[in-house]
């Protein structure tokens, strides 16, 4: 035979994935430059082992540094194998019939030596990078055994396949082209006469156009995936001969049409061998077609995010063999009956979220199937609490959120789901206590947040990593030993609870996010912080990044845990009864920090120096406490003040959702609205000095607000440079001097308060100053002040007249204007103009009014996610 016998053990050469595990487990590992990577020298060398190499074309393949090896590449950052160059001698293997050479792999390619592989039956190129292998289609082509080729993932596009005519694979049964970028018609496109072809994979491949009507002439089709591209349009109509058809798969693309259409130009004769029907966010309108129940193979449907409406055909109950059914996000409106699922034997999957569908199931109905996912978000399963999913014990995802549930929480729902990862009820009106004990529970996550539960918080799931119990009526006080090890987000905000926060938080070393926000907890905050830990890693807070123990009564200086705390973003302690000073070491040891809210508690001390190296805060409110001392000049080091932050601002990784709730009034906003806020609040201390000129730098800022301090010296001429403001309050102060005329530059403000300084001269004139609300309250207690609105003559004015003017504005009440705060968020009102002392009751009630706003921030569990979203099983 031949000189060199290279010859495969096993069924594949899997070096590139070996390399790709090995280089994808090693990553972190300090490397150093050049040299291999261990256990990536081990997969060549275990790979070389597999082979039998008389020839010795891989006798270089020894010693301890593999970067070194002939055709391997190593990154020079990194250490890591980057490229390993396809051997020529594979085209001495004349006989191969199965060849794998998928994987993370970067060859400098040159296929010359595939067409010489002429009984390959098996060709997986996944991954290998073909974008400048100008040859691959005519190397390929020259194939004719060829029945399974892979070529997903390998950087093809248009500019490759435009030159290929007729092909040569006349065996070909799979043609896998998945994840290139082709950004060309499918009509031309070089497989469509294929007559072999059974499964044809072309998902996310950027084709566009329509569906040609080539795709008739393959009658031996079974599989068409088609998913995520940019085709338009039904299929063809005369596809009478696709008998065969198995799983046909065009979610993401733009059908534009009714789905009783598209699915009358399935064959007929395929109805029975359909197994798969998948046109998920397609663009599609209409109703299912009432013959769907004669469809009776069907395992799959999935045809959710688009606009289906009427109701939901009694046929569906028919589909015996359908396991999985998901028609979420449509606005089929029916009432769902028994019949409806009558037959559903092996029905696992099932979701019928966000659409406007009724129960009308008898509570005695015994399903005949058993569930692994059920999900009914958004739908009128209610008010009583579902009795037929009592039958469910397999049930693994559970999704009842928003779905009008009114009715006390079954006692077998803590039985039958007591398998259950994921059980989510929130938005809904559930009543009753929790069990006070939740240990037996396998759930990973349990959200069951916006009822209204009373009783005790439970003992938490031993494998919880996610529990929501916020907005409902919990008192009590915390479980003493709160044991679980894998709780990574804990969130119980606003509910009744009281006691103090036990020590045994401190366990909870994994905690990403903590919420025990509006509550009536008391005592010292928690202390979970000794000195002799100070270097430890993997304690309490070590991980988290989102921190709210906000409107309780809670007492002790700043926590001292939060100097481990690197990730934190996220800081709400405001409205508590916390003292002492706020730490120097913010900025080194919380670099991250964006959020930072402290309002409403007893700090004092000055605003540290450094706190302006926090160079991605971006919302300071350290109001109503008891800070004094001056502003630090070094306030232009706020970076993320500096920005004007725009819609595209990226935010790394916590993009997903924020909400800001306020009160009762629940709102949610978009991350998208949230991260535009820029804010500083160094409201009602007693700061005094002047305000910095570098103030004027922080172009980003939406409000500024430091009123109620004693604050000297003129306002910077530069305000005007604040485009950004939507809110200025600087009143309550001692400022003095005139008005810079550049405050008629702020053309977004809607709240500004000026009132009570003793600042002078002509009110400065502008399209939105004047458009503003409560015009005189604007500028009330500056006796000096003229122009309009305050009436007052500037020519005649003189400052003697001051205490003169201050009586004429104080007849009895005023409607004083609100220090805008948030975008429209919060208005204050109303308060008595007596004398000097109203400034005292001015605080209070301003301390009562003002915003309960605090941001939720949530970031992906991927793990724990992906259950949770859709998609296929
Ligand atoms: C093996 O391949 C190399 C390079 O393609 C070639 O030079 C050599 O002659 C081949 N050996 C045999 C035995 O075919
Ligand atoms: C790695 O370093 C070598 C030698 O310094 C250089 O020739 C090569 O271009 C570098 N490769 C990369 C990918 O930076
Ligand atoms: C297609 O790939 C080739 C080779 O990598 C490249 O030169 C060309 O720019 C690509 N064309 C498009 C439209 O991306
Ligand atoms: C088809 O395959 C044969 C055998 O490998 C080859 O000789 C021929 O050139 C191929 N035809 C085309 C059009 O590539
Ligand atoms: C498909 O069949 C039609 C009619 O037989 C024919 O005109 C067309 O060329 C065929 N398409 C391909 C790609 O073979
Ligand atoms: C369809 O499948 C049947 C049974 O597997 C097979 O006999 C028949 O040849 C197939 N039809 C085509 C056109 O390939
Ligand atoms: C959905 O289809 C309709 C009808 O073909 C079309 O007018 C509309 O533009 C499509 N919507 C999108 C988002 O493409
Ligand atoms: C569906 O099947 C039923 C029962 O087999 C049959 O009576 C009915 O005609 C079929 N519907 C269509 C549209 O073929
Ligand atoms: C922690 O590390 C710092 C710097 O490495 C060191 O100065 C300090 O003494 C250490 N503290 C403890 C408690 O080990
Ligand atoms: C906070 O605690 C103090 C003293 O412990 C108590 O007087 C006050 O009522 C508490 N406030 C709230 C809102 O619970």
Same mark, same amino acid.
């Given at each position: ?135 691959w289609f005519q190397s390929v082509n020259m194939l004719p055994s060829l029945k399974v080729l892979g070529l997903s993932g390998c950087g093809l596009n248009s500019t490759m396949s435009a030159s290929i005519s007729l092909s040569n694979l006349t065996h070909l049964e799979v043609l896998d082209m998945s994840g290139n970028n082709f950004y060309t018609s499918l009509k031309h496109a070089w497989f469509w006469n294929l007559k072999s072809l059974k499964e044809l994979y072309l998902s996310g491949s950027s084709w566009i156009g329509s569906i040609p009507s080539d795709l008739a002439n393959m009658t031996a089709l079974q599989v068409i995936d088609l998913t995520g591209n940019q085709l338009v349009g039904l299929i ?25 259409? %598209? ?276 304690? %309490? ?333």
């Amino acid at each position: 035979m031949t000189k060199l016998a290279l010859l495969v053990r096993g069924t594949a050469l899997l070096i590139c994935l070996l390399i790709f595990q090995a280089s994808s487990t090693s990553h972190g590992q300090a490397s150093v430059s050049g040299v291999c990577i261990g256990s990536e020298r081990d997969a060549l060398l275990s790979f070389k082992a597999s082979l039998l190499d008389p020839a010795g074309h891989l006798s270089s393949w020894q010693g301890e540094d593999c970067c070194q090896w002939k055709g391997v590449c190593c990154s020079n950052r990194t250490g890591h194998l980057i490229k390993l160059k396809i051997p020529s001698q594979f085209g001495n293997l004349t006989k191969l019939q199965y060849l794998d050479v998928s994987g993370n792999y970067y060859p400098d390619v040159a296929l010359a030596w595939l067409p010489r592989l002429s009984l390959l039956r098996h060709l997986d190129m996944t991954y290998v990078d073909l974008g400048s292998a100008r040859d691959w289609f005519q190397s390929v082509n020259m194939l004719p055994s060829l029945k399974v080729l892979g070529l997903s993932g390998c950087g093809l596009n248009s500019t490759m396949s435009a030159s290929i005519s007729l092909s040569n694979l006349t065996h070909l049964e799979v043609l896998d082209m998945s994840g290139n970028n082709f950004y060309t018609s499918l009509k031309h496109a070089w497989f469509w006469n294929l007559k072999s072809l059974k499964e044809l994979y072309l998902s996310g491949s950027s084709w566009i156009g329509s569906i040609p009507s080539d795709l008739a002439n393959m009658t031996a089709l079974q599989v068409i995936d088609l998913t995520g591209n940019q085709l338009v349009g039904l299929i063809p109509e005369k596809l009478g001969n696709l008998c065969n058809l198995t799983r046909m798969r065009f979610s993401g693309n733009n059908i534009g049409s009714s789905i009783g259409e %598209f699915m009358g130009r399935l064959p007929k004769c395929s109805w029975n061998t359909l197994q798969e029907f998948s046109v998920q966010y397609a663009n599609m309108t209409g109703n299912l077609p009432g013959w769907i129940g004669n469809m009776t193979n069907l395992s799959v449907l999935q045809a959710s995010k688009n606009m289906l409406t009427g109701t939901l055909p009694i046929g569906v109950g028919a589909l015996s063999n359908l396991n999985h059914l998901d028609l979420s996000h449509n606005k089929l409106d029916s009432v769902l009956v028994e019949e409806h699922f009558a037959g559903l034997l092996n029905l696992e999957y099932l979701d019928l979220s966000y659409n406007p569908l009724r129960s009308a199931i008898n509570q005695k109905w015994v399903p005949p199937f058993r569930l692994k996912v059920v999900k009914f978000q958004s739908c009128q399963l209610g008010p009583i609490f579902p009795e037929w999913l009592k039958w469910q014990s397999d049930i693994d995802v559970l999704v009842l959120s928003d779905s009008n549930l009114d009715d006390v929480i079954p006692d077998w729902f803590w039985v039958t789901f007591s398998r259950a990862s994921i059980l989510q009820a929130s938005g809904n009106k559930l009543h009753g206590s929790l069990p006070a004990n939740l240990r037996h529970m396998s759930a990973g996550y349990i959200h069951l947040g916006s009822n209204k539960f009373t009783g005790q918080v439970p003992q938490f799931p031993i494998n919880i990593a996610r529990l929501n119990l916020s907005s409902n009526f919990l008192s009590g006080s915390l479980p003493s030993g709160l044991n679980a090890p894998l709780l990574e987000e804990l969130l119980l905000a606003n509910n009744q609870l009281t006691g103090t926060i036990p020590s045994s938080i401190c366990q909870l070393t994994s905690l990403l996010r903590l919420d025990l926000s509006g509550n009536h907890l008391e005592g010292d905050i928690m202390q979970c912080w000794k000195e002799s830990d100070a270097n430890s890693t993997n304690l %309490f807070g070590w991980n988290m990044f989102s921190l709210a123990l906000n409107n309780n009564n809670l007492t002790g200086q700043f926590p001292k845990f939060l100097a481990r705390s690197s990730q934190l973003m996220f800081l709400d302690l405001s409205y508590n009864r916390l003292f002492g000073g706020l730490p120097e070491w913010l900025p080194e040891k919380i670099p991250q920090l964006r959020i930072l809210r402290v309002r409403s508690n007893m700090f004092s001390g000055h605003i540290p120096k450094s706190l302006t190296s926090l160079h991605r805060l971006h919302y300071l409110d350290i109001a109503h406490n008891n800070i004094s001392g001056s502003i630090p000049w070094s306030l232009s080091n706020l970076k993320a003040m500096k920005a004007v932050v725009s819609q595209d601002t990226n935010y790394n990784f916590y993009e997903d959702s924020i909400q800001i709730i306020m009160k009762d009034q629940k709102r949610d906003y978009t991350f998208a609205i949230y991260k535009l806020l820029v804010i500083l609040d160094l409201s009602s201390n007693r700061l005094a000095g002047q305000i910095p000129e570098e103030i004027t730098l922080l172009i980003g800022l939406t409000n500024l607000n430091l009123s109620n301090n004693q604050l000297t010296g003129a306002i910077p001429n530069q305000i005007g440079d604040l485009r950004q403001l939507d809110s200025l309050d600087l009143s309550f102060n001692g400022f003095s001097g005139a008005i810079p005329s550049s405050l008629s530059a702020l053309s977004y403000l809607s709240h500004l308060n000026l009132s009570y300084n003793n600042l002078s001269g002509v009110i400065p004139s502008g399209q939105q100053l004047q458009a503003l609300d409560n015009q005189r309250y604007i500028y009330i207690g500056n006796p000096g002040l003229c122009g309009d609105p305050v009436g007052r003559n500037c020519s005649t004015h003189d400052a003697e007249q001051s205490g003169l003017e201050d009586i004429d504005h104080m007849p009895s009440v005023y409607l004083a204007m609100s220090i805008g705060f948030v975008v429209g968020l919060w208005t204050v009102f109303c308060t008595m103009l007596m004398k000097r002392t109203w400034r005292e009751a001015f605080f209070q009630f301003v301390d009562m009014m003002y915003d309960m706003v605090y941001v939720q921030v949530a970031v992906r569990w991927a793990h724990m996610m992906e259950k949770t979203q859709d998609g296929a099983p």
